[in-house]
């Protein structure tokens, strides 16, 4: 199913999704229509433009790909499925998200990975392939941030309040020295080799956006994991 998006509410733009039996739908001329493909369990959205507000919004197993930028609280939420976006996001990406991948090529904004958490099998990942805003993985319970940080401006590849509050998950960070002003509940790791769940995290990325895996994958990179002995730990874990 093809749709053109010019001029169209986004309650019909929505509505045409959802109602249709296509697997696979295109969507041309977004801009600015929010909620698509919230909620959805199944079918291959591809999007052409700049979608609004909470793009996969509760997202539960369907995939959404992006040629653009996104703007705020995409993937809030969602369960699982995969959001790529050939562009930059907005502030919020991941917000509270349970489940399923979020690849974005360009830059996030403020609070990136807010309350993301796990259950059991269910493991939620965000990339970043360039730079992250402040409060990035704030009050982190679970799953994995990388920050790629694909510029050569030599500017941090994180805001300030990185891990603000962390108790559970990790964040990945491409870059050869330790960011300034990290918050006590952060504890930092220099790795000599990454993990096999954060190799395969961008090696995703890299082919979901033609990148060349083996200039990533044998960069150095610095994760940040709970402190065991910080406040929040206690706070929101039974040890």
Same mark, same amino acid.
């Given at each position: 199913?093809?749709?053109?998006?010019?001029?169209?509410?986004?309650?019909?733009?929505?509505?045409?999704?959802?109602?249709?039996?296509?697997?696979? #739908?295109?969507?041309?001329? +977004?801009?600015?229509?929010?909620?698509?493909?919230?909620?959805?369990?199944?079918?291959?959205?591809?999007?052409?433009?700049?979608?609004?507000?909470?793009?996969?919004?509760?997202?539960?197993?369907?995939?959404?790909?992006?040629?653009?930028?996104?703007?705020?609280?995409?993937?809030?939420?969602?369960?699982?499925?995969?959001?790529?976006?050939?562009?930059?996001?907005?502030?919020?990406?991941?917000?509270?998200?349970?489940?399923?991948?979020?690849?974005?090529?360009?830059?996030?904004?403020?609070? +990136?990975? #807010?309350?993301?958490?796990?259950?059991?099998?269910?493991?939620?990942?965000?990339?970043?392939?360039?730079?992250?805003?402040?409060?990035?993985?704030?009050?982190?319970?679970?799953?994995?941030?990388?920050?790629?940080?694909?510029?050569?401006?030599?500017?941090?590849?994180?805001?300030?309040? +990185?891990?603000?509050?962390?108790?559970?998950?990790? #964040?990945?960070?491409?870059?050869?020295?330790?960011?300034?002003?990290?918050?006590?509940?952060?504890?930092?790791?220099?790795?000599?080799?990454?993990?096999?769940?954060?190799?395969?995290?961008?090696?995703?990325? +890299?082919?979901?956006?033609?990148?060349?895996?083996?200039?990533?994958?044998?960069?150095?990179?610095?994760?940040?994991?709970?402190?065991?002995?910080?406040?929040?730990?206690?706070?929101?874990?039974?040890?």
């Amino acid at each position: 199913m093809n749709i053109d998006a010019t001029n169209l509410h986004f309650a019909d733009l929505n509505a045409a999704v959802r109602d249709t039996s296509d697997q696979e #739908i295109v969507i041309e001329n +977004c801009i600015g229509q929010r909620y698509i493909g919230a909620g959805l369990s199944e079918k291959h959205i591809e999007i052409v433009g700049t979608p609004g507000n909470a793009l996969g919004a509760y997202l539960n197993g369907a995939v959404v790909r992006v040629e653009g930028n996104v703007q705020e609280a995409t993937g809030d939420t969602m369960n699982g499925g995969a959001i790529v976006v050939n562009g930059s996001a907005g502030d919020a990406t991941g917000y509270a998200m349970r489940g399923g991948t979020i690849l974005v090529h360009g830059d996030v904004g403020y609070r +990136c990975g #807010i309350h993301m958490k796990a259950y059991r099998e269910s493991k939620p990942a965000i990339v970043i392939g360039g730079r992250a805003g402040s409060f990035l993985g704030e009050y982190q319970a679970g799953g994995t941030i990388v920050v790629l940080g694909n510029h050569a401006d030599g500017k941090p590849i994180i805001g300030n309040f +990185c891990g603000t509050g962390m108790h559970g998950g990790e #964040i990945y960070l491409r870059c050869e020295d330790v960011p300034p002003l990290l918050p006590a509940q952060v504890r930092v790791e220099r790795l000599s080799v990454l993990p096999d769940d954060a190799r395969s995290l961008i090696g995703a990325w +890299c082919g979901a956006f033609g990148e060349d895996a083996a200039e990533y994958l044998s960069a150095q990179y610095i994760r940040l994991v709970p402190n065991s002995a910080n406040p929040y730990k206690q706070m929101y874990t039974d040890n």
